[in-house]
Nanobody, 117 residues
Framework: QVQLVESGGGLVQAGGSLRLSCVAS????????MGWYRQTPGKQRDLVAA???????NYAASLKGRFTISRDNGKNTVYLQMNNLKPEDTAVYYC???????????WGQGTQVTVSS
């Protein structure tokens, strides 16, 4: 069974930083585009950042410059470095894997990020 396990969330003050990690198992990691999404209660899940198997990145326009996505194919891990956090960044952050050949999609269970003002 495919597993995406996120970690690194928590409570941080505005202006602080967090690094989220997502470890994938039972997928061909190097064949998957990886992404981070976030969701607040009552709202849709929105893309934060994504990275292709070759390392091309894509960001939500409003987050570019503060957030950085990266991946380590040797560790089956994708990261999201979040700097200068703002209260509006408070959300549950989800890891996503999308196989670029089969387009099969997997989600992690989510990790809560709370930014206090």
């Amino acid at each position: 069974q495919v597993q995406l396990v996120e970690s690194g969330g928590g409570l941080v003050q505005a202006g602080g930083s967090l690094r989220l990690s997502c470890v994938a198992s039972r997928i061909i990691f190097s064949r998957n585009a990886m992404g981070w999404y976030r969701q607040t209660p009552g709202k849709q899940r929105d893309l934060v950042a994504a990275i292709t198997p070759r390392g091309t990145t894509n960001y939500a326009a409003s987050l570019k410059g503060r957030f950085t996505i990266s991946r380590d194919n040797g560790k089956n891990t994708v990261y999201l470095q979040m700097n200068n956090l703002k209260p509006e960044d408070t959300a549950v952050y989800y890891c996503n894997a999308n196989d670029v050949f089969t387009h099969v999609n997997f989600w992690g269970q989510g990790t809560q990020v709370t930014v206090s003002s």
